[in-house]
């Protein structure tokens, strides 16, 4: 590991030197349920990621996405996340299983601020709320039940900063392809060519399949 010149950080008091305090208003403004901006959040929001940590320390951070309104408020403390075909890794399923908490950071397209929820994630392979769950004619083979802890809103500074819904910034083309990460990185037996064909335009069909 390179540290060279590294100086690192080790209390908090000495991070609150370097940082600051929060005001009182940020500090409080943490809820244990939902508000109805937050029911309209979530009906509104496409995209999720869901962070989570194993017993160990191991953590995972992963993206999920759906139509609009994907996560099924149950009540003003529970939300339910379905599971969708994937790459069937399972790290952050995992990690709950030894650990259950769990937190989500949820996205509306163009917005700056974004919505949190901190809570305890239990996975569910069944119940009576799931044929509300299917999409496409996709039934999800389990799903993330989340009891609420914590929900609050998150400034827009970082995507002000990074100007993420400006088109004007985006530069797809400045990594590579991912036909060719996957020639790389992960799939190195197979053709370029086939691999291209794989990720093309037609990949989007089998989001359910």
Same mark, same amino acid.
Request: net charge negative.
């Given at each position: ?125 069944? +119940? *009576?709320?799931?044929? =509300? ?5 996709? $039934? /999800?083979?389990? %799903? &993330? ?29 400045? +990594? *590579?392809?991912?036909? =060719? ?5 992960? $799939? /190195?037996?197979? %053709? &370029? ?17």
């Amino acid at each position: 590991m390179w540290a060279d010149g590294l100086v690192e950080v080790t209390a908090e008091a000495e991070l609150r030197e370097l940082l600051g305090s929060p005001t009182p208003r940020d500090a409080g403004k943490v809820r244990r349920s939902l508000h109805e901006h937050d029911r309209q959040w979530l009906a509104a929001s496409p995209f999720c990621v869901i962070s989570t940590a194993a017993a160990d320390g191991t953590c995972d951070a992963s993206p999920k996405g759906d139509p609009a309104g994907f996560t099924l408020v149950l009540d003003d403390t529970t939300i339910v996340v379905p599971e969708r075909p994937g790459n069937r890794r399972t790290d952050g399923f995992r990690n709950v299983l030894s650990n259950p908490h769990v937190g989500l950071l949820y996205v509306i397209p163009g917005r700056g601020d974004t919505l949190r929820v901190n809570g305890r994630a239990r996975i569910v392979r069944d +119940a *009576p709320f799931f044929d =509300r769950l299917v999409v496409n004619g996709h $039934r /999800p083979p389990v %799903a &993330l039940l989340v009891e609420i802890e914590e929900v609050f809103y998150h400034c827009s500074k970082s995507f002000l900063r990074s100007a993420l819904w400006k088109p004007e910034s985006w530069e797809p083309q400045a +990594a *590579p392809s991912r036909a =060719r990460i996957a020639k790389s990185l992960e $799939r /190195p037996d197979e %053709a &370029l060519e086939d691999l291209e064909q794989y990720y093309g335009p037609r990949y989007g069909d089998r989001l359910y399949g």
